[in-house]
């Protein structure tokens, strides 16, 4: 009897270690999704240390708004010493459709806080739009969530 149970156990063996020893290579969007997770969370880390010229490089030089979100940034980094900044990247949906801009809607919260206490909080759901052959940031859909409302919380 152990004989009988034995030889398809072995079989069953080599057929599992088989089938797990050979591994497939991402696929050309499982990288870009990657690349594109990668670049969101570049976007929040750069904006929540403050860092104008990093944020910057990671937005599209000929985007249509990049003069006007260079001036924003530019105050808001010059008025809050600190930022909170996070994108939910679990529920983030992204959409790349074979040719044109790749979206990823995702929402997102922070907090911005002056040296005398001024507390400012946001959040929502926006549409990050990238440029495909780079990833860069082309356009946001939805309110700028880099410019905080400006309605204070007191502490």
């Not at 990247?89 to 990823?104: C, E, F, H, Q, W």
């Not at 739009?129 to 410019?147: M, T």
Request: hydrophobic letters at 45%.
């Amino acid at each position: 009897m152990k004989r009988i149970l034995s030889f398809p156990a072995a079989v069953l063996l080599l057929f599992a270690l088989s089938s797990c020893s050979e591994k497939t290579p991402p696929q050309p969007e499982g990288l870009m999704g990657k690349k594109l997770l990668s670049t969101v969370r570049e976007l929040a880390h750069t904006y929540e240390k403050r860092d104008q010229g990093g944020f910057m490089g990671l937005v599209l030089p000929a985007a249509a708004n990049r003069a006007e979100w260079e001036r924003s940034i530019k105050v808001v980094f010059a008025k809050y010493d600190t930022i909170h900044f996070s994108f939910h990247n679990t529920k983030m949906l992204v959409v790349m459709p074979d040719r044109g801009s790749i979206r990823a809607s995702v929402n997102w919260d922070a907090e911005w806080s002056t040296a005398n206490g001024e507390l400012v909080k946001d959040g929502g759901r926006i549409t990050l739009v990238f440029d495909p052959k780079d990833l860069l940031l082309a356009d946001i859909e939805g309110k700028n969530p880099f410019v905080p409302a400006v309605t204070p919380v007191k502490q």
